[in-house]
């Protein structure tokens, strides 16, 4: 397992961390996705040979927040 702290920026609200650990929590290989509001980032363990960071930060775009 691999694990990764993103900074994403946009995320304001209960409703954005449920979309955030929802979609990526949602991703084959991934094993948990926590989102910290105030330190505007999210915190993701995942086997890299199932998924890569990049889907990950795709995801996390696809739900409209940025990834620094």
Do not use: P, R, W
């Not at 650990?21 to 363990?45: F, M």
Request: proline share 0%; net charge negative.
């Amino acid at each position: 397992m691999e694990k990764v702290t993103l900074n994403v920026t946009g995320m304001s609200c209960g409703h954005c961390v449920k979309a955030v650990e929802g979609s990526v929590g949602a991703l084959e290989g991934v094993n948990s996705v926590q989102v910290n509001l105030d330190a505007a980032t999210v915190e993701v363990e995942f086997n890299s040979g199932v998924v890569t960071i990049e889907k990950i930060k795709e995801t996390i775009d696809d739900q409209g927040y940025d990834v620094a």
